[in-house]
């Protein structure tokens, strides 16, 4: 946009100074037309369409040609030569000449370059109007002689208060250039340079433009491309091709220690070698993270000898960063004489600049991609494991049940006195082996139920909680008599009902009021609550007893996870599957559980299930 907004003030500037010369030259003609009108020659009036012809020039040909013919018209006839300096490559040449030998143009550029070179007064004309009179440099004496170029003019071309240009007219005669023709020579001079001005800046701004396209394709280039090696064969390109360098390459940093290559338009036999730390013009650039701009790389005291037999002259070499890393460094050059630019090296930077957010992101995404691939493989890997664990955990269980079975028959047929009395000695033995086979049940139950909360096999029936917990205190009232704990419950009359498992549902009901009375002591109290907060169902299972320590708090529901005393001994026996079956069914149930508790004054668990609306009567 600055750049936009600079060509656009330079237009307005070359068009202003334009029209201003173009009055200087009106004024000018004025000046003649009225002081000498009985001696003005026919090319008087042609003045007017001679300026118009060279304002209307689009090149910078036609600006020689329309500047020589008006020139040659103001003359009377006469030869032309145009030297110009190029104002990239600072060279000199004769782009147009006019009824003049190659020779004479040639012996006669070594002279305009001394005004190049030397400062001069760029207002006021060099006039000769007799070459053999003159203090000449003998070659450009003979060589006019030769070609019977009697006297010449030279107007000075300047743009910027810089000299561009200058315009040699050879008259074949010894005739004195009139001060009108003088006047009107410098004026065309004038308008001449202002129309190269103006070429220019309409050159620059085409140029700036098409950068500006350029730099907003490689955005779109560099963000586009996702893959590391992409990137990285490309930047050099891109910035080479920018700014019309001859060549250009990446380095690229890695570990700190090693410079890498990536190479565009050099040519193969520069076996361009990783580079150690420190070696070389990249590694200066990288570790200062400063810009470089040279006009001739071989005079630099870090230019390798590999590079100098390339004949580099200008070079440009910037950092490529991001963040507060410099990732490696930017090259470009030239090893013809063109010269490379503050512009340049604006451009290359802001290619640098953008190819570090580029490779950052690329290293980002590869990374991302690579935590991915192993957290999928690790994932793969954890559901092949569980489903190995549930094929042993069912393998198990089915092949459990039935000896189980059988031996807990045998023990009951033992308890029951079919098979002959007891001792005292064997009857202990029989209640163990009931009471391990009960565990081992038990056990093998939790497990089943606890696959089933992961596979979510369970059924989806309207259950009435009301009917389910009273049921469930009336089936503890005996327990709660023997073990003298009070049980009080508060049961909400008209209840939402819940969709669920029946069975899994009283498994929950179950380990809750069975660990209430395993931690409740002779006197304590256990409640039951169901309670409704459209739309959930509220069931609170609390209990006066021993209460759980802080810290075990946020563990209590993991698998095999158990309450230790202060030795690290379980409190009380059992498989640590309970709770972590509560809390799955829960869950599968697409509900929550919670616990408060406190040493010393009790444990509530709270346990919160969607509601549904109860079957109506009709149904």
Known sequence: ????????????????????????AEARLTELESGAAAQTPNWIEQLGQITSTIQAARSHEDVWRSLSNGLEKVLGGGRTAVYF?????????????????????????????????????????????????????????????????HAYLLIFL????????????????????????????????????????????????????QRENKRNEITHTLSSALDLPTILQNVGRIATELIGADAGLLGLVIDNQIMIFYPHNIPVQMNLRPAAKGRGV?????????SMLLDNYMDHPLAQQ????????????????????????????????????????????????????AIQNARMLAEAKQRAAALVNTLNRQEELDKLKNQFIQTVSHELRSPLGLIYGHAELLESGDLGELTEIQQNSVDIISGRVRMLTDLVDDLTALMAAETQEFRRDLINPAQLLVAM???????????????????????????????????????????????????????????????????????????????????????FYQVTDKQHRPRRKGTGLGLSLVKEIIEAHRGEVFVTSELGVGTTFRIELPGHEPPSLDA
């Not at 004195?176 to 220019?200: D, H, W, Y």
């Not at 990249?282 to 400063?290: D, F, G, K, R």
């Not at 508060?490 to 009375?517: C, H, M, Y």
């Open 282 to 290: 990249a590694w200066e650039i990288v570790e200062s993270c400063q």
């Open 1 to 24: 946009m600055e750049n936009n907004e600079m060509n656009q003030q330079q237009l307005q500037a070359a068009f202003e100074a334009m029209r201003q010369r173009a009055l200087a």
């Open 306 to 357: 590999k590079w100098n037999k390339m004949a580099i002259r200008s070079f440009i070499g910037v950092p490529v960063f991001t963040n507060d890393e410099c990732l490696g460094a930017l090259t470009v050059f030239n090893t013809s004489d063109k010269k490379l630019t503050r512009r340049d090296l604006a451009l290359v930077e802001s290619v640098g600049q953008q190819a570090g957010i």
């Open 158 to 209: 300047v743009v910027a208060d810089q000299l561009c240009g200058v315009v040699a007219m050879f008259r074949d005669d010894t005739r004195p250039f009139s001060r009108n023709e003088v006047v009107v020579s410098q004026t065309l001079g004038q308008i001449g340079s202002a129309a190269i001005n103006l070429l220019q800046v309409n050159n620059e701004a085409d140029v700036t433009i």
């Open 85 to 149: 300096k190029n104002q990239t490559t600072g060279q000199i040449s004769c782009p147009y000449a006019h009824g003049i030998t190659r020779h004479l143009r040639d012996i006669f550029q070594e002279k305009i370059n001394n005004y190049f070179a030397a400062d001069v007064d760029l207002s006021t004309p060099i006039i000769v109007n007799n070459i053999h009179e003159a203090d000449e440099n003998v070659l450009v004496k003979i060589a006019l002689i030769d070609e019977a170029a």
């Open 473 to 559: 205190i009336a089936e503890y009232r005996m327990k709660a008599e023997e073990q003298g704990v009070t049980i009080n419950s508060e049961i909400t009359q008209d209840p939402l009902w819940l969709k669920g498992d029946l069975t899994q549902l009283r498994r929950v009901f179950d380990n809750l009021i069975s660990n209430a009375f395993k931690f409740t002591d002779e006197g304590g109290t256990l409640s039951i609550r169901l309670t409704i907060d459209i739309p959930q169902v509220i069931i609170e299972v609390e209990d006066s007893g021993e209460g759980i320590a802080a810290e075990h708090l946020p563990r209590i529901f993991e698998r």
